[in-house]
Nanobody, 124 residues
Framework: QVELVESGGGLVQPGGSLRLSCAASGSIFSIVLSRMGWYRQAPGKQRELVAAISSGDNTNYADSVKGRFTISRDNAKNTVSLEMNSLKPEDTAVYYC????????????????WGQGTLVTVSS
């Protein structure tokens, strides 16, 4: 079994920064083939894509976070991070890590794997 575990959420003032991390754990082989993404869901709103990074390190961002957020991956550590700067109250949401597919050491493939989410609150 494999899973994604997020960390790094919390309360931050407007204009502040946070770094979210997502670690793939369990009998994970590697995330090297996976497209990894960060999504968020604010109260009363649908889950939306924040940023994604392909297996070839191509990135894409929601327009609302371009220039403020940076996604990166470390395949050797099976982790993906989201650096968030110049945070705004409208960034408040539960942030979820996603992998389009994960592979374990037995060769099994797990599609659309989600973490449990981490809450980010931007407030003064």
């Amino acid at each position: 079994q494999v899973e994604l575990v997020e960390s790094g959420g919390g309360l931050v003032q407007p204009g502040g920064s946070l770094r979210l991390s997502c670690a793939a754990s369990g009998s994970i082989f590697s995330i090297v083939l996976s497209r990894m993404g960060w999504y968020r869901q604010a109260p009363g709103k649908q889950r939306e894509l924040v940023a994604a990074i392909s297996s070839g390190d191509n990135t894409n961002y929601a327009d609302s976070v371009k220039g403020r957020f940076t996604i990166s991956r470390d395949n050797a550590k099976n982790t993906v991070s989201l650096e968030m700067n110049s945070l705004k109250p409208e960034d408040t949401a539960v942030y979820y890590c996603n992998a389009d597919a994960l592979y374990d050491t037995s060769g099994n493939r797990y599609l659309e794997v989600w973490g449990q989410g981490t809450l980010v609150t931007v407030s003064s």
